[in-house]
């Protein structure tokens, strides 16, 4: 019992935070996750969107297996497979060893959403060297939000008619993620740790990575920048854009201590290149779109469309941006602050990078690269808090809780958003057809649909699709319109939609009984040349014959 005791006095915070977002991350991926109700499996928040794309990785490598899905891009005939796949392939492992869908996605986002909080308190420990540090960081860095959003949220609350509570209940927007007022840093759980799976096991990585460079930074023993060589030269097939920010972290760590602390590590670093290359010069080679545009260009002040740059980043940061700034003399006053900091520029480089450059088609994706950034950045925003309680008066002890839960707050309604949000993800039509897709037809058929992007054929059945969801096509750096116009053609019934068919030669064409914009279906026209195989109330399947 002592043994016990005096582990909780010493492991508390960490015992806490496990507990914890332990238990809140169970219950948002158990109802984010293909809740199975009223004959429809259900998803919720954004992850209602991403979802289907990783069911479609997940289900395309259980179905048609490892080579052709990465040989073909199960939602657009032709490309290759150019995604970090691991998380999702572990999930295939599991479906292998009997688990179902829903727990093979469930059981190891929760387990590297823990391990993430783990090595998250683990790497503000080290840096800090401050217990509650460490237990401040996590909250910071899951719950962040601009307090900029509480002003429309009330705004929104007066206007609604409705009481606190009821509003609370149906808030009708994420109010940190406001691209009409440009609030633009969106909350981490809504935006991220939810819907992209990728990026989970990417943060272990990265936390892991930076605790190496931490100990290497910190000793100057080279065998623990070699260890971070190895996470981070793993790290391709994890998550690109973590990578490509530890990239740039190191090259600007490099010329830190070579410039400021005039020590030219040449040979330290050559090894860690070197180990990196080995291991990382394959993936990045399959990875990168060679010959597809759009994936690099010049951008100032990011998303800041005009606005002067610096009441853009208070209004996206908030409350964030003014203690990020206060704490660095803080921190001047440790005996190690000055390794801290220089440690921290590195992160605020890349930060300057990101306003300068857009890395992908869609300009929000930096936020990916700002994340790196963050994460060190809330390490040095809990130093804040903890000089605050670490003042021997009840005063400033209170003050400092008072400031942290109203810094959070905007996060802490958006996770409150995602626990009452629920959305019908797939229906008893979508199960029924991709049921039958499997039952009856072969893992290598193609198939031509509209672009939906929750289609079954693709990410229920796991089937090829000639081409599927635009805006994934486009974040990817696709150029799809010519397919695209092509199989409008198709869908309309026009005069050269028989000559288009022969062309991308589908083995089945999915009909849906009430398409979306901007697709027409030339009903009469399907029913008149080809066969149906399978119909219900929302599809009808046509085989083509040769």
Not at 40 to 45: E, Q
Not at 274 to 292: D, E, M, Q, R, T
Not at 343 to 366: G, K, M, R, S
Not at 414 to 424: A, D, K, P, Q, S
Request: proline fraction near 3%.
């Amino acid at each position: 019992m002592k043994i016990l005791l005096r582990f909780i006095k010493e492991k508390w915070e960490l015992i806490f935070l496990v507990i914890f977002f332990g238990l809140l991350f169970f219950y948002l991926l158990s109802s984010h996750i293909l809740y199975p109700a009223n004959n429809n499996l259900y998803s919720s928040g954004s992850t209602w969107g991403d979802l289907a794309f990783h069911l479609t990785l997940i289900n395309s490598f259980k179905e048609r297996g490892f080579v052709a899905t990465l040989k073909n891009f199960p939602i657009y005939l032709g490309e290759k497979t150019r995604y970090p796949f691991i998380s999702d392939y572990i999930s295939v492992l599991l479906l292998k060893l009997g688990i179902n869908l829903r727990w093979s996605i469930i059981i190891p986002s929760l387990l590297f959403l823990i391990g993430f909080i783990v090595c998250i308190y683990y790497l503000a420990l080290k840096i800090s060297k401050k217990r509650l540090v460490a237990f401040f960081t996590p909250f910071l860095f899951v719950f962040n939000g601009s307090i900029f959003g509480l002003y429309y949220f009330w705004q929104d609350f007066k206007k609604s008619g409705q009481t606190f509570i009821d509003f609370l209940n149906r808030m009708p927007l994420q109010y940190t993620h406001l691209s009409e007022q440009g609030i633009e840093f969106s909350n981490i759980i809504a935006d991220f740790l939810l819907p992209q799976r990728a990026i989970i096991l990417g943060l272990v990585f990265s936390c892991l990575a930076l605790i190496f460079l931490w100990n290497y930074w910190e000793t100057n023993k080279k065998r623990e920048l070699f260890k971070s060589a190895i996470i981070i030269g793993l790290l391709p097939l994890i998550h690109t854009h973590l990578f490509l920010s530890l990239i740039l972290f190191c090259l600007f760590l490099f010329l830190i201590q070579w410039l400021y602390f005039r020590k030219l590590s040449l040979k330290d670093w050559l090894g860690w290149g070197i180990i990196i290359f080995i291991l990382a010069i394959g993936p990045v080679l399959w990875l990168f779109p060679f010959g597809n545009k759009s994936f690099f260009r010049i951008q100032l002040g990011w998303m800041a469309n005009g606005e002067f740059f610096w009441f853009f980043w208070l209004k996206n940061l908030g409350l964030y941006l003014i203690f990020l700034i206060a704490s660095f003399s803080i921190i001047k006053k440790y005996p190690h602050g000055n390794k801290i900091i220089t440690f921290y520029l590195p992160a605020l480089f890349i930060w300057v990078i990101c306003n300068i450059f857009i890395f992908q088609p869609w300009e929000f994706d930096n936020m990916k690269i700002f994340i790196f950034w963050f994460l060190l950045s809330v390490i040095i925003i809990a130093f804040y808090f903890n000089y605050l309680i670490e003042k021997n008066t009840i005063f400033f002890k209170i003050l400092s809780i008072i400031l942290l839960l109203v810094t959070i707050l905007p996060g802490l309604l958006t996770g409150y958003r995602e626990l009452t949000l629920r959305f019908v993800l797939y229906t008893k039509a979508d199960l029924e057809l991709a049921d039958f897709v499997k039952q009856n037809t072969k893992i290598n058929e193609v198939f031509l649909t509209t672009d939906q992007h929750n289609n079954p054929i693709s990410s229920l059945a796991g089937r090829q699709i000639l081409m599927g969801y635009r805006g994934w096509l486009w974040s990817h750096g696709i150029d799809y319109k010519e397919r695209f116009n092509d199989l409008l053609n198709i869908y309309n019934g026009s005069d050269n939609a028989y000559q288009l068919i022969s062309k991308y030669s589908p083995n089945y064409i999915l009909v849906e009984k009430k398409p979306d914009s901007p697709w027409i279906i030339n009903q009469n026209y399907f029913r008149s040349y080809f066969r149906p195989i399978f119909e219900n109330s929302s599809y009808v399947l046509y085989k083509i014959e040769n």
